[in-house]
């Protein structure tokens, strides 16, 4: 949207400002007086037309036209001297030719079908339906809108073949996948021989052992049979066997007299030691046996006694723990009354004093 126009040095208007309603402005005045010039201005700024240098005032040396539109400000100049530049929010662009410059014209987005000129004839009113058509086409980017509705429409009949070729491969893997319903037996079955594999490897490792052990065997039997065994040689070694045996068997009963013999002689000086025993001290020893035995019965008894009565003990502490608890329930309850529960009245603190008394 346009905000505002200022004209410097621009045919009749040394410096003019012009401030644009938002939905209308209207220019009024005497013929000569400049309304035209402003129209002028503004082509300027947004064609790049007129060309020339005409439109410079009379005793100015540059002519100047800003235009703020949309928070940005746009500047055309163009002097006697040869310069001729665009300015837009402070960057200037140079070298121009013919047509405006796309930083411009991307910014105003305003083109030869929003302008009039003077004298033109009144906007579509007598123009043929062709022209309106293409006119309002260019207004309203019409050819723009087709032309992305026929690029989604071709993006769309494209996806819709790419989902229609998924689909197709999708059930051709799916029917595939059925035909393929032996993998998880054969999975199965490899499995297995994976495992007879490693059986068989253990197997033949064992295999090798014995008969490295045979080869060992065959070596020591060979070297047994070259080997000559004197005459009488077994005689001679199963009566060395005999020998020997009966020489372990006398050893161990040697150890056992020997150990019996240590046995008999400790009892013996336990004994001596305590010498002889009267008879009459024999009869003392079996009285005091019986006492003590008797003593023994009423110690038990005394204490299983004292058992039962540190249990007593223990139920009466907690019995008085109880009954603590409940006098101090009923002296809390007690504190609490405000009112005879008789007769209604308000209590004092002098009965309350008798009742928790």
């Known amino acids: 949207m346009l905000q505002n126009l200022t004209i410097k040095n621009f045919q009749s208007h040394k410096d003019t400002r012009v401030e644009f309603d938002p939905r209308l402005t209207v220019l009024v005045g005497s013929s000569n007086h400049g309304k035209t ?28 036209v800003r235009l703020e539109a949309d928070g940005a400000t746009i500047v055309r100049r163009k002097d006697r001297r040869g310069l001729n530049e665009y300015s837009v929010d402070g960057e200037t662009l140079s070298a121009l030719g013919a047509d405006v410059p796309p930083q411009v014209s991307d910014r105003l987005n305003l083109g030869a079908v929003n302008l009039a000129d003077q004298l033109d004839r009144h906007f579509l009113l007598l123009d043929p339906p062709g022209q309106i058509a293409r006119t309002v086409n260019e207004a309203i980017h019409l050819d723009s809108a087709e032309a992305v509705a026929q690029a989604a429409a071709a993006e769309v009949r494209e996806a819709k073949s790419r989902v229609k070729d998924l689909a197709a491969r999708a059930q051709a893997a799916e029917a595939e996948a059925a035909g393929m319903a032996w993998l998880d037996d054969a999975r199965a079955r490899v499995e297995d021989a994976r495992g007879i594999s490693e059986r068989h490897a253990r197997s033949l490792a064992r295999h090798d052992g014995l008969r490295r052990l045979l080869g060992d065997l065959a070596d020591v039997g060979l070297g047994l049979e070259r080997a000559s065994v004197p005459a009488g040689a077994a005689e001679e070694a199963d009566r060395t066997a005999a020998v020997l045996k009966a020489v372990g068997d006398r050893e161990a009963y040697r150890d ?26 024999l009869g003392q020893l079996d009285a005091d046996a019986g006492d003590w035995g008797e003593k023994a019965q009423r110690m038990n008894r005394l204490c299983d006694l004292a058992e039962g009565l540190a249990e007593a003990g223990k139920g009466r502490l907690a019995l008085e723990g109880q009954v603590d608890g409940a006098e101090q329930d009923e002296r809390e309850l007690l504190a609490q009354l405000t009112e005879c529960p008789a007769c209604g009245q308000s209590l004092t603190d002098e009965a309350r004093g008798r009742l928790l008394g």
């Open 256 to 281: 056992r007299l020997a150990d019996l013999l240590l046995s008999l002689t400790a009892d013996n000086g336990e004994i001596a030691a305590i010498g002889p025993v009267p008879d009459a001290d």
């Open 37 to 64: 010039a402003v129209l002028r201005a503004l082509c300027w700024i947004v064609r790049n037309r007129p060309r020339g240098k005409a439109f410079i005032r009379h005793g100015a040396d540059a002519a100047e």
